[in-house]
């Protein structure tokens, strides 16, 4: 795929889809998923690209404009919400939507929406 091609489209947005906890699982040790959104299908037969389609479902989202050293923090607040108002955490992936590129950002601030699927 043509790195630039993706980031030449404004509508593009990036995702990581956490597949371990931190709570449970080393950092090191922790599976992820980077990720482009696409509005079409694209040939993926390249070796380590997948296709994925989002399951939908009801989630909490969390709206964010922090620095990268803010985004544990930032997460742990929101599961603690989560508990606090009586959620549940689905089986399904939380991750991560991405806004912007915080090195263009002027204070360095990503912005970025955190989702923790529920039941």
Request: charged letters at 25%.
């Amino acid at each position: 795929m043509n790195s630039n091609k993706v980031n030449e489209n404004e509508n593009t947005k990036m995702m990581t889809i956490y597949h371990d906890n931190f709570k449970n699982t080393e950092p090191g040790n922790v599976r992820a998923s980077a990720c482009v959104i696409l509005s079409e299908p694209i040939d993926v037969s390249g070796e380590g690209i997948d296709l994925k389609t989002n399951q939908g479902g009801k989630c909490i989202v969390g709206s964010f404009e922090i620095h990268p050293d803010d985004f544990e923090q930032s997460w742990k607040s929101l599961y603690l919400w989560m508990r606090e108002n009586g959620y549940k955490k689905s089986t399904q992936n939380p991750f991560e939507l991405y806004h912007n590129n915080f090195t263009e950002h002027p204070d360095k601030k990503c912005l970025v929406e955190f989702y923790i699927p529920i039941d």
